[in-house]
């Protein structure tokens, strides 16, 4: 798709308008909820923050459970939804 020139005169595709409104629809419908949108799933590495909650070190590769969250919506609501920190204990209580 181009850009139109001032004055130029133009048609429209049908397909090329169905993606400005969806692109529209996406953006007015990310002012009602905050901009919280789902992730699209991808073969990407995800990465997830974790607070270390136990009281004590951990080992690389040490099984944890996620007891919470570090930071809550109260807190602070775009941390919580972009970028959430879980709090993590050593799992089965202290090894």
Known sequence: M?????????????????AIADVVRDYRQSLLDGGAR???????????LAKNDSGGDLGQFSVVVVTGVAVGPGDNLNEYLYRPVFLVEVMGGGE
């Open 2 to 18: 181009r850009k139109v020139l001032p004055g130029e005169q133009f048609s429209i595709r049908s397909d090329d308008w169905n």
């Open 38 to 48: 789902a992730a699209p799933l991808g073969g990407g590495t995800e990465i997830v």
